[in-house]
């Protein structure tokens, strides 16, 4: 059963930092490209950051320069460190994967307020 932990979450103040985790079981983590979508209050999920297998990563443009994504394959785990955050980067931050079919984690919220 393939499964993904999200862990991280939480209140930051504007111009603050966290660092997201998901951890992956059930899968052959180093073969699969991983990825961090959001949702914001009322509106729909949106891609935020993936990474290849090979550890290529590719954002969205609202995130770019603020965002990393990185993974750890002997910990099947993937990171979002995320800086300089913003007011509108509150959502429901979701890992991703595909195996045969979307897997998706339960969501750790992302909150940043003053």
């Known amino acids: 059963q393939v499964q993904l932990v999200e862990s991280g979450g939480g209140l930051v103040q504007p111009g603050g930092s966290l660092r997201l985790s998901c951890a992956a079981s059930?899968?052959?983590?180093?073969?699969?490209?991983m990825a961090w979508y959001r949702q914001p209050p009322g509106k729909q999920r949106e891609l935020v950051a993936s990474i290849s297998a090979s550890g290529k990563p590719v954002y969205a443009d609202s995130v770019k320069g603020r965002f990393t994504i990185s993974r750890d394959n002997a910990k099947n785990t993937v990171y979002l460190q995320m800086d300089s955050l913003k007011p509108e980067d509150t959502a429901v931050y979701f890992c991703y994967t595909l195996q045969f079919t979307s897997v998706w984690g339960q969501g750790t919220q992302v909150t940043v307020s003053s």
């Open positions: 059930g899968i052959i983590f180093s073969s699969k490209g």
